[in-house]
Every structure is written in structure tokens, then in C-alpha cells.
């Protein structure tokens, strides 16, 4: 069973920054696509970035791009979302998410349980 589980979110100001890191149980994390989803109140969940198993390729919502950071550690199996400039639009629950082919497919099977990130104006 692949278990995902989310650090490193809080309480910042706007303009400041935040490291979110997920890191994932088991053997195949470098199998994996990986990603971030958001969901903000009242909101549906919302893509954020994802990352191929290499880590050669990333994506981001318009929103977050220039402004975000994806990243991942095959050797710690952890992935790594760096945001910067956050503005009160950010405030959401993050979802670290992964899956095989998850990219090409459009669907992550494994879900983190979330973590509060909230941006004060």
C-alpha cells in the first residue's frame, strides 16, 4: 500500500514563502508520476503542478506558474512543491497526488491526506 503524507504548510503573509514536501511509502516512488492538487473553500479541487517519474518534466496551472516550484528526491522518495510570492488566491488545502502514468492518463490513483496552507493579505 503506497501511503502519501504532506509537510510543511501553515500560516504566511502575502509575498512570503512556503515549502511543501510529500513523501511516499514503498519501493516505486521513482515509478511514479507525481503532483500537487489544491482545494480551496467552497471550491473544487484544482491542479496545481505535476512532475514525471524522472523529474525531466513539469507542468503548472497558469496561476501558480513563474510563482511555483515542483520538484522530487527519487533517493528520499519526497517531492517538493516551492511557492513563492503567494498571494490570498492560494489558500487552499494541498493534495500531494501520484500514480503510474499519471500524466498521460490524466488520473492519480494515490491521494495524500491534505494540508492547510492559508495566506493572510
Known amino acids: 500500500q503506497v501511503q502519501l503524507v504532506e509537510s510543511g504548510g501553515g500560516l504566511v503573509q502575502a509575498g512570503g514563502s512556503l515549502r511543501l514536501s510529500c513523501l511516499t511509502s514503498g519501493r516505486t516512488f521513482s515509478t511514479y508520476d507525481m503532483g500537487w492538487f489544491r482545494q480551496a473553500p467552497g471550491k473544487g479541487r484544482e491542479f496545481v503542478s505535476s512532475?514525471?517519474?524522472?523529474?525531466?518534466?513539469?507542468h503548472y496551472a497558469d496561476s501558480v506558474k513563474g510563482r511555483f516550484t515542483i520538484s522530487r528526491d527519487n533517493a528520499k522518495n519526497t517531492m517538493y512543491l516551492q511557492m513563492n510570492s503567494l498571494k490570498p488566491e492560494d489558500t487552499a488545502v494541498y493534495y500531494c497526488?501520484?500514480?503510474?502514468?499519471?500524466?498521460?492518463?490524466?488520473?492519480?490513483?494515490?491521494w495524500g491526506q491534505g494540508i492547510q496552507v492559508t495566506v493572510s493579505s
Open positions: 512532475i514525471s517519474r524522472s523529474g525531466g518534466s513539469t
Open positions: 497526488v501520484g500514480g503510474l502514468d499519471a500524466i498521460q492518463q490524466g488520473h492519480y490513483y494515490y
